[in-house]
């Protein structure tokens, strides 16, 4: 949610508590309009993308900053629709199976020794 980077502004410890609290509600309002498009996918919510979300839910409520307070539910609604289009494809399976390969072996060194006789 923060760029793949750990921004904190403040400087004081309130500051601090205050980020990590806003970036917290953020996080869960986000999982929250999740869980509530995919109840009407019919899928888990697991099997929707956090970032492809987070994304579309940082542009809509761009443009809702500006929209009149009666048309927010019809907005809602809509991005619940989008939303429902951020499902991840799932993956197929392993056709080798998972295993720790064996380190490679040094090549044998030889130190030539000079005498100096």
């Keep these: 949610m923060l760029g793949a980077e750990l921004t904190l502004r403040s400087r004081q410890p309130e500051g601090v508590h205050q ?3 806003g970036a917290l509600i953020a996080y869960n309002l986000v999982r929250l309009e999740m869980a509530k498009a995919a109840l009407e996918a019919r899928v888990e919510p697991t099997d929707l993308s956090f970032v492809l979300a987070l994304r579309l839910i940082q542009g809509e409520l761009t443009w809702a ?5 009666g048309k927010l539910p019809a907005h809602l609604q809509r991005m619940r629709a989008k939303l429902q289009l951020a499902i991840v494809q799932k993956r197929r399976g392993r056709k080798c199976p998972r295993v720790v ?6 090549y044998t060194v030889r130190f030539l020794r000079k005498d100096l006789n």
């Design 19 to 21: 980020e990590i609290w």
């Design 101 to 106: 390969k064996a380190l490679p072996k040094r």
């Design 65 to 69: 900053a500006g929209m009149a307070p």
